[in-house]
């Protein structure tokens, strides 16, 4: 290696570097695109999971985790709650069984 090439300039170094970047760039599209699948229906978010269901949907023993007034108006479904799990956790991020809970 000449005394002037650095890490960043020698060729063999420049061509791993391209080759991570490439991957980068490949993982990103990837993510995007797989967020992009929700983003129509109703697992996009809760204002578009509630349209459907108002007061959210839960597992048939699901006990809102809340300090304040508990939820239980909520539709008690096993099924569509973990269709929704499955396609966005996000709708349930306190983890107590209900997604998009709402009085
Ligand atoms: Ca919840």
Redesign the pocket.
């Given at each position: 290696m000449p005394a002037y090439a650095t890490r960043e300039t020698h060729p063999m170094h420049r061509r791993a570097l391209a080759t991570a970047l490439t991957t980068a760039t490949l993982i990103v599209t990837a993510a995007t695109a797989a967020s992009a699948a929700h983003e129509t229906g109703i697992h996009d978010n809760c204002t578009k999971f509630n349209e459907k269901y108002p007061h959210?949907v839960?597992t048939r023993k699901a006990v809102?985790?809340t300090s304040g007034t508990k939820v239980t108006t909520f539709k008690r479904n096993n099924d569509i709650y973990w269709l929704a799990e499955k396609h966005n956790p996000d709708?349930?991020?306190?983890?107590?069984?209900?997604?998009?809970?709402k009085a």
């Open positions: 959210g839960g809102d985790k709708l349930d991020r306190d983890n107590d069984r209900i997604a998009c809970e």
